[in-house]
């Protein structure tokens, strides 16, 4: 056991860690950005075993808003950090390494292109400077919510559009080639509105689309070919609101889809994943969370036949709302959960599994990080394969200027008190260590800002 002294506000404290534990951690957790709003949308890890992040950020750049790309090593240590947009507002959705070891972002523009808002699309190399950027729309509101590269080297974006189509928005999917320029574009949906959040090629060389509307407010599936002609569509959902914002092939050839249902589940919104074959047709549909609003943004086979889902919680955990982690097996059934996140919200919008068998989310802290607590900063979250991040960790990877959350150091817990650890689990026990503490006065009152950090010690 090793005793360091760090500040943490304005309080020097005592923080006492297991040597043991810190040396076989595989865990960790990270924050970027700035004293405004900046939010991780995107993640993917590279092939250095680093990680690349999207999404935008109000911190930096040239405007109001811009795409933030951020390259970090195997540690969540920043590499470089870029921005890319003009004097409005532009933010990244999607990102994804190319082959020539550089990077795609997709995501939305209000800087450039025809209209009020349109699809952006920014093409770099391996450091993050800028070969090219596109932007695709009319002269309303587009927007990019999901890239991938193509196997002829091109690209297919998927988004939603009302330059364009039959409704009020329809979903949006562009194929471009290897310089962004446009193949074809093609629009889907009805009267009302629907959107496209997430694109895969598939075997056949066509193209799946997960996302929402088909005129019932319903998880919507379209298979296109080659060529973005529809080949069918599915509809999947109660009488209430059904959406999916993830979209997965899986090793047997049919799709994992991730989203939010308020038909099925508590009611109040829970996380909604459903299991289909290469036709579309429902082999299992599964809901997770608790009595409040959680939801699935992000969903990945794993490489044991299961799937692991990050999102958002307003169920379980330390604070408003928390980085919600699913683990989950081939049938749906769960194996565990996890949630991270400190009294503020914090929100998981993207998760892979890495090399190491451990899972990486990035998302957004209002707990943590230089914009706290009135801004929310990227948060970057590196488990083990059981989820696990190390409950002593004092967060020494901030990457920002800016206070650490305040702690009082205490001796005793309040009788009655709530307490949870980092990663907001329940404590019944707890030994000295950080803590999140909700009074009894504070749950009874639904005083969220009641949440405090202690440091509890002998």
């Known amino acids: 056991m090793r005793i360091s002294i760090v500040a943490v506000g304005s309080a020097t404290l005592a923080v006492i860690c297991m040597a043991s534990i810190a040396s076989a ?33 109000k911190s930096f ?3 109001y808003a811009d795409v933030c790309l951020i390259k970090t090593n195997a540690q969540g240590d920043s590499l470089w950090v870029r921005t890319y947009g003009g004097p409005n507002q532009d933010g990244g959705n999607s990102v994804q ?23 952006y699309l920014v093409k770099t190399d391996a450091s993050g400077d800028t070969l090219w950027t596109r932007t695709y729309g009319g002269t309303d509101q587009d927007m990019g919510n999901s890239v991938q590269q193509t196997a002829d080297g091109g690209y297919i974006i998927t988004g939603c559009t009302k330059s364009f189509g039959a409704g009020n928005w329809d979903v949006y999917l562009v194929k471009t080639n290897a310089l962004g320029d446009t193949v074809w574009t093609r629009t889907y949906g009805g009267a009302q509105s629907d959107w496209g959040y997430s694109v895969q090629q598939t075997a056949d060389s066509g193209y799946v689309i997960a996302g929402y509307g088909a005129g019932n407010a319903d998880v919507y599936l379209i298979k296109t070919n080659a060529q973005g002609d529809t080949l069918w569509t ?21 799709y994992i889809i991730a989203g939010e249902t308020d038909s099925y589940g508590a009611a109040n919104g829970d996380v909604y994943l459903i ?33 692991v889902i990050a999102g958002i919680t307003q169920s379980f955990g330390a604070g408003n709302s928390d980085v919600y982690l699913v683990k989950i097996n081939a049938l749906g059934d769960t194996v565990w959960t996890a949630t991270y996140g400190g009294p503020q919200s914090d929100a998981g919008y993207s998760v892979q599994q890495t090399a190491d068998g451990g899972y990486v989310v990035s998302g957004g802290t209002y707990s943590f990080g230089a914009g706290t607590p009135d801004s929310d900063n990227v948060y970057l979250i590196k488990t083990d394969s059981l989820g696990t991040v190390g409950v002593l960790e004092e967060n020494p990877g901030q990457q920002a200027v800016g206070r650490k959350p305040a702690a009082t150091v205490v001796r005793r817990l309040p009788q009655g008190a709530s307490v949870f650890d980092a990663l907001g689990r329940r404590v019944q026990h707890p030994r000295p260590g ?20 202690v440091l509890l010690v002998e």
């Open 61 to 63: 750049g040239a405007g």
């Open 97 to 119: 390494q190319t082959t020539d070891g550089g990077y795609i972002i997709a995501g939305g523009s209000g800087s450039f292109g025809a209209g009020l808002y349109d699809v």
């Open 234 to 254: 599915r509809t999947y959902g109660g009488s209430r609101q059904d959406v999916a914002y993830s979209l997965q092939l899986t090793a047997d050839g049919g």
């Open 25 to 57: 951690q595989t865990g960790w957790w990270r924050t970027y950005g700035g004293p405004s709003d900046d939010d991780g949308r995107s993640i993917q890890q590279t092939a250095d075993d680093g990680y690349i992040v999207a999404g935008w950020t």
């Open 275 to 307: 299991k289909v074959n290469p036709q579309g047709d429902t082999l299992w549909a599964r809901t997770y969370g608790g009595p409040n609003y959680d939801d699935g943004r992000s969903v990945q086979q794993t490489t044991d036949g299961g799937y």
């Open 434 to 453: 950080v803590y999140f503490v909700r009074e009894p006065q504070a749950q009874a009152q639904a005083q969220a800002q009641a949440t405090r950090k």
